[in-house]
Every structure is written in C-alpha cells, then in structure tokens.
C-alpha cells in the first residue's frame, strides 16, 4: 500500500541526535577560520522505542505467554537527491522488517504499519507519513522478512544556511587573537540559525500508546 500523506504540525519527543554536518579548524599563516561542511540532506535514522512491534492474543494481554507476532526494523539505508537543481531535497529509505510469530500451523500474511516523519530542529514535526508492510508467513515457518521503503521531502530553501550565517561560520581569524579561540556556533542567533536549518527524516513503527508504553518497560 502506498503511503498516506498526512500534515503533522506537532512536536514529538523524538530520540535521534545529530546535524549532517561536519566541521574542522582550518589554521594557517593567514589566519583561522572554520570550514564547515554540511548538506541539506536529512539525517535518517528511527526514534528509540519504535525500531520494534510486539502484538499479543488476545490482544488485551501483555502476559509473555500471550506473545503473538514479534518484529524488529534494521538495515535502515538512505539515498539524498542534492543535485541543487530541485526546491525539494528528497531522500528514498529503505528498511528490512524480521518477523517472528509464535505459531506455525498455517501460512498467514502478518500487516504492519510503520511511518516516517520529517523533523526540523530536532523537536518539530513538519510532515508525517504513514504506510504499511506484508509479511507473509510461510505454513510451518515461524520466521519471516520483508523489505519497506519511504521517501521524505524537505525544502532546499528552509535547509539552507544564508549567506550571513555561513560567513560568520566561515569567516578567517587571525591566530592569536580572542576571536580565534570563540566558537561561531556559540552565538544564539547563529547556533538557532543552524538549528533551525538542521532537518532528520526518522522511520519506525506505527506503535498504539499501548504499544509505546510496552516497548518503554518490557
């Protein structure tokens, strides 16, 4: 089933740091500077706590007894589109689901949800999309796997540094002076600069509260 756009202008708490950039001090006779390297692409990855889905039967039950199909998200792979020509940097994710029922007695197609967001400075959820994988059981077999994909989108402009804040990151100092020993990324209106341009496209189940609150305590 193909994925369902739905608008999600909420904030999560959503477990995955880090920017997609990287930066090194760049000293010379010339002066210091620092070189910053980043791109508009997303950072991937899945928010801790929903990389597994557990469902029980009857569905009611949380007794181990009760366990009825267990699956795990892995091998999660990116591709970015950042040829500069598009307004929208989009990435394809790709992502294995193992799957593991308790019974064997007859073939049977298992429907798993799973969704993937795009988040803009690290608590925002500016676009949400939920989709579904099959995964089918052969008669007598208790293991399974399947393969899923998503696409995220985020907007060039909004992932972009502007050309002040990239100068002020950038910009040369001259070793030996107090400049040279500040960190640009120290100034607030720099650092929310960076933060707001700072996007991550996270997949991971479609978990019910009940599910959610399992994972957190199992």
């Known amino acids: 089933m193909s994925p369902r756009f739905l608008a999600a202008p909420i904030a999560l708490a959503l477990v995955l740091g880090g920017c997609a950039s990287r930066g090194e001090l760049d000293i010379s006779e010339s002066g210091a500077g620092v070189t910053a390297v980043r791109t508009p692409c997303p950072t991937v990855g899945v928010p801790?706590?929903?990389?597994?889905?557990?469902?029980?039967?009857?569905?009611?039950?949380?007794e181990a007894t009760a366990i009825d199909v267990v699956a795990a998200m892995t091998d999660v792979r990116s591709t970015c589109n950042n040829d500069g020509a598009s307004p929208q940097v989009v990435t394809n994710i790709t992502f294995t689901v193992l799957a593991r029922r308790t019974r064997a007695d007859g073939a049977r197609d298992v429907t798993l949800p799973?969704?993937?967001?795009?988040?803009?400075?690290g608590n925002a959820v500016v676009a949400k999309r939920v989709g579904r994988v099959v995964v089918h059981f052969d008669a007598g077999q208790t293991r399974a796997s399947t393969n899923g994909s998503a696409t995220?989108?985020?907007?060039?402009?909004a992932a972009t540094l502007?050309?002040?804040?990239?100068?002020?990151?950038?910009e040369k100092r001259k070793a030996g002076r107090e400049s040279a020993a500040v960190d640009p990324l120290s100034a607030p209106d720099v650092r929310n600069a960076v933060?707001?341009?700072?996007?991550?496209?996270?997949?991971?189940?479609?978990?019910?509260?009940?599910?959610?609150?399992y994972n957190a305590t199992r």
């Open 162 to 170: 502007s050309d002040e804040v990239k100068r002020r990151i950038t």
């Open 195 to 213: 933060l707001r341009a700072t996007f991550e496209a996270l997949v991971g189940f479609q978990l019910t509260d009940d599910q959610l609150k």
């Open 114 to 121: 799973y969704f993937v967001t795009v988040v803009q400075g």
């Open 152 to 157: 995220a989108s985020v907007d060039r402009s």
């Open 48 to 62: 801790a706590g929903t990389g597994d889905l557990t469902t029980f039967d009857p569905a009611t039950s949380r």
